[in-house]
């Protein structure tokens, strides 16, 4: 029999292409848990209002308890600002151009006022100041000779040479008389011409001698020209003020405290060539010192110059500091970024300065610090 035309077989191969679905062959205690019936939208509404009613019930306990997101409620009697430490800072450099011979001090020193900090080198600047110095003294000798005039012997001696020019005059005059008188008694056979106008050559000598013997004296006897003098003392105030300059030069190279501070920053070592442009130390002044914050626009009104403040910062614990307020800018301006408000929002604010007394010079630059002030009608003032 040809196996084509054979019936399909029967039993379970039969069924094998009729299987039944997988839920229908599973029993109840294998399969997948059973579907939870799905809520309805009633129920959804309901749970979403229960949840906005207890946010609400939150948010107004926490405002009644006067605290929201760590900010403490405002006392309408006090007012708290928060800044930071701010001081007045100097930076020292040379005046002149020269290398660092020394540098006396280190960051943190407590420097007073007058106090040598560095010294440059005055190899080339020495020499330069002591020939100043020899001519002024030379000038000045030369201006004290024309103030005095001629001396006594020089008078004498211009005396004597009028005295010498005369007696010679007298003599020429004499022997030119004598020679005319006998070439006119002669004839001119006795003297000749040539004798006479060498005595009158000789005559006219001497009386110019004599006449230039009469006005040395008169120099003598005047003096100095006024031009002269003048002259004399300009030279020496010139020589004067190059000299006050090299010793100018010479007290600039000693770098000295303007005023009592302390050495914040050495920037410059021995050694190093400076310049008027470089800073060669910082000194940060410690008095006076000051809170730098920022006051609201609603609180401007509430507030005045001399108004007494304490300071308190976290470094110090339990701690304050007394001050007042010392400067209120005219000038509103949008709240900086690096400033600490209690309300965290942008918004017009007006900078102003809180003084602090701290004697032990122990809060320092840019630490934050937390400012109350009194606002009721008994506020102090300055203390």
Known sequence: MDPRNESPPTGKKASAGTEKPLASRESPGQGRPPAKPALSSAKKALLVVALVVASLAVLALAFGSGRLWGTPQKDPS????????????????FNNSERIAEVLVQEGDKVIRGQILARLDTGRLKPQAAAAEAGVESQQAAVLKLHNGSRPEEIAQARANVGSAKADQVNAEQQYGRLTALAALT??????QQDLDGAKAALDTAQARLAVAEKGLDLSLSGPRPEDIAQGEAQLRANQAQLELLRRQLADADLAAPCDAVVRSRLLEPGEMVSPQRPVLVLAISDPKWIRTYLSEPDLGRVHTGMSALISADSFPGRTFPGWIGFISNVAEFTPKAVQTEELRPSLVYEI???????????????????HLELGPGARGRP
């Open 78 to 93: 006090q007012l708290v600002l928060f800044g930071n430490v701010d001081l007045r800072q100097v930076e020292l450099a």
């Open 187 to 192: 004839t001119g056979r006795a003297v000749s």
């Open 353 to 371: 300065r809180v003084f602090v007394r701290d004697p032990q010079d122990e809060m320092r630059l840019g630490m934050p610090a937390t400012v």
